[in-house]
């Protein structure tokens, strides 16, 4: 009887040991993807090659000559388990007039899901061209950040070069933009690219803005100087 149960004692040790080994791969293994990613994203880019091949294909629909800023910051309150980026984008012939400026917030949600939570700033004027003067990001507070509900963007690892994402093409990210009611984005994230998709449709399903069904994302290219 006792031979008996110290067998199922060290069983059931074995079991838990390996358990808990797993919990800590698989945690390692999330912590890789989520630098990895935060690596990808930081720096500056720009869509200039793809505005260039527009022009010189002739395309119907024509992309924006644009600028995107990604630049880690630390906010305590959201730092634990992720990682927080100021978001900064701009047409290239209006860069102190940033037509978006936001938070970014990578982390992963309670299904162990990779996800994009985007949050608007209370006060952005103090920030515009701030990979200029990074010193003032530490002004972003976390009471002056708005959680965009429903916009959150859901990341899966194709490869080790390539994550994708989407908001899954509900209607609860929400616009009013030209008549649009929602947002439907997705977006690739590469070592050297960040290509991303976002349109506007009202409840019908009709397009309202951003690039028509069938046509691309902006493909932002990873500029080696920030400026």
């Known amino acids: 009887m006792k031979l008996m149960s110290l ?5 059931l040790t074995v079991v838990i040991i390996s358990m808990v080994s797993l919990g800590f791969s698989q945690n390692s293994t999330k912590d890789k993807d989520l630098k990895r990613l935060k690596k990808f994203m930081t720096g500056s880019f720009d869509t200039f090659a793809q505005v260039d091949r527009d022009e010189e294909n002739d395309t119907k629909y024509r992309h924006i000559r644009a600028l995107l800023h990604v630049i ?3 906010i305590p ?3 634990e388990k992720g990682f927080t980026f100021y978001v900064e984008n701009a047409a290239a012939e209006r860069r102190k007039q ?3 400026q936001r938070v970014y917030y990578l982390t992963r949600n309670n299904k162990g899901e ?3 939570k985007v949050y608007r700033i209370s006060e952005t004027k103090s920030l515009i061209n701030a990979h200029k003067n990074k010193s003032v990001l530490a002004n972003i507070k976390y009471e002056q950040l708005t959680h965009e509900t429903g916009c959150d963007l859901v990341y899966k690892r194709i490869n080790k070069n390539l994550y994708k994402g ?3 093409g509900s209607k609860e990210c929400k616009s009013t933009l030209r008549g649009a009611t929602h947002t439907n984005s997705e977006s690739e ?6 290509t ?3 349109q506007g449709f009202d409840d019908e399903g009709n397009h309202k803005w951003g690039p028509p069904p069938g046509v691309i994302g902006h493909i932002f290219v990873k500029r080696k100087i920030d400026n």
């Open 166 to 168: 989407s908001n899954g």
């Open 98 to 100: 940033p037509y978006r």
């Open 189 to 194: 994230i590469t070592p050297t690219t960040w």
């Open 72 to 74: 880690p910051i630390e």
């Open 114 to 116: 990779i996800i994009l």
């Open 7 to 11: 067998t199922k004692i060290l069983g």
């Open 77 to 79: 309150e959201m730092s």
């Open 196 to 198: 991303n998709l976002d």
